[in-house]
């Protein structure tokens, strides 16, 4: 593996930006999967996954508060297009965006496109030491990593690309970093780059076929390649600990990052570097318009048209007391006619089954809930996503093997989280651990009252399943899975693989009263 020293000058391959157009870029607007302008605060305009900035006490990430919290890192005027993030010294916090689903990983490869400003800090010079504007990974710095650094003994410092696999694909003996051959380190390292005070300076890498054996990995600066390296890759990424950390040990101007799905052509980052605006304008009316287009309204707002209905001790669409209605273009779930719930618990169905999508609802909760409810359903509902076809359930079931995004509303004083995960006849993964227990609570806020509440499931197969409420990820794990001790799903393991990659999407009675005036879906294909 050879790290590329190149001279600023020394290098024409950059290829002219007349050949590509501004307006030519438009359709990477639909592939941005994280894109920061700075301009409307510090967390993300746009992101697939979590839009949140973080402030961890240190690399490691052991403690982590939303938000920025660092003295030394703030929002400032004088960015390249509007507002930036500028570091004033070097901080002792970190600054990191989540990478689930932002950054677009696949452990059987993959290609992406990172770009963003940087400008060096006017009043004072980067401190002694590496200095890290960008640096992405699960690990360390060594291993799984993908970072742009400033080196620490030349004058004017190099700039470099690292691309480093994981540890025991590119150093399997463990051989000491300073026994390294520089020729030998997976890096593209550049000599004399244009960074200075005065102007900024747009910087871009594409990585074409990671985790396969024909990996491309380019790093530009100013739109022109500075140099390549050709080397298989192999990223083993845990998501859900995957962190894009901004500024380590930097001082400086950093401005409109953004992540593409795919890898750009020369011409193209050459095309990128020339926009006369921020790269969010590539996400404006075009794609929201696509947008519109790609979500599928499961509820019609007029009537349960392509619904089934399933309550427990009742035949399959025999709604009892008409428990699930259509009232002013809502889904209503009442319990009028019922002089006791006894432990009726109910399911509305949608005919057709899903394994890769993104799911919106949009509900509350409203009124007294009904006579003999259990004291923990009250203001309790839930989406049930992976779900058994309710064909397959008994006729006193209780709930479909399923995973459970839980539904709550405050009780008007007690904190009380909602979009928790419950697993009737189902386990999950988190953090490597198989997780038994029913229930685990998110980390959302409390909803008191009758106020509306918009929850996003990200349901990817069996890989991963993310709640989000107000942009923010509450909640995410893997593998869904069969229960082999739950007497119901033992039944489904008869037919089906344990893993869950997709099923039944359904919404719950479970005794208090709830709406809901949105249910719509967009297929994700991977």
Known sequence: MRTVLIGLFSLAL?????????????????????????????????????????????????????????????????GKWGQCLRFSDRAD??????????????????????AFWMRLDPDQDLKPGYVDPLQITDKAWNNSALFVDFTKDDTPRHIRLGVFSDLEFWNPQKIPWDN??????????????????????????????????????????????????DKP????????????????????????????????TAAEVAALAQLTESTSSLTREPTAQ???AEWIQLFNGRDLDGWQIKIRGYDLNDNFANTFRVVDGKIQV??????????????????????????????????????????????????????QDPGTMAKDQRFPVSIEVQLLGGNGKDPRTTANLCTPGTNVVM???????????????????????????????????????????????????????DAEAKLLLATQDKLLSGGTISLQSESHPVEFRKVELRVVNE
């Open 93 to 114: 916090q970190v600054i990191y965006f989540n990478g689930a689903e932002n950054i677009p990983y696949a452990a059987d490869g993959f290609d992406v496109t990172l």
């Open 431 to 485: 953090d490597g651990e198989l997780i038994t227990r029913h229930c685990t609570s998110s980390r959302s806020q409390t909803y008191h009252g009758d106020q509306w509440v918009s929850v996003l499931v990200r349901v990817r197969g069996n890989r991963l399943i993310e709640h989000v409420i107000d942009g923010q990820t509450v909640l995410a794990y893997t593998q869904p899975q069969l229960d082999p001790s």
């Open 180 to 229: 390294i051959a520089v020729a030998d380190r997976p890096m593209v390292e550049v000599a004399r780059p244009p960074f200075s005070r005065d102007k900024w300076t747009h910087v871009a890498f594409v990585l074409r076929g990671m985790n396969t054996d024909a990996t491309v990995a380019q790093f530009y600066l100013d739109g022109k390649l500075q140099g390549q390296l």
């Open 290 to 292: 696509a947008d519109a």
């Open 334 to 387: 009442g319990y009028e006619g019922y002089d006791q719930f006894n432990q009726r618990y109910g399911h509305l169905f949608y005919r057709q089954p899903f394994s890769s999508y993104d799911l919106r609802v949009e509900y509350r909760f409203i009124g007294q809930q009904a006579n003999g409810g259990e004291g923990w359903a009250l203001r309790n509902s839930g989406i049930m996503v992976h779900g």
């Open 14 to 78: 950059g290829i002219s930006s007349s050949h590509v157009t501004g307006e030519d870029l438009s359709s990477w607007g639909k592939r941005i999967t994280f894109q920061a302008s700075f301009d409307h605060g510090a967390d993300a305009d746009f992101a697939a996954g979590d839009k949140r900035i973080y402030t961890a006490t240190n690399i490691s990430r052991e403690t982590v508060e939303a938000g920025l919290r660092s003295p030394v890192v703030a929002l400032a005027d004088g």
């Open 233 to 264: 890759q192999r990223f083993t990424w845990d998501i859900e600990k995957l962190a894009v950390m901004l500024g380590i040990e930097y001082i400086g101007l950093m401005d409109d990052f953004t992540v593409f799905r795919g890898a750009m």
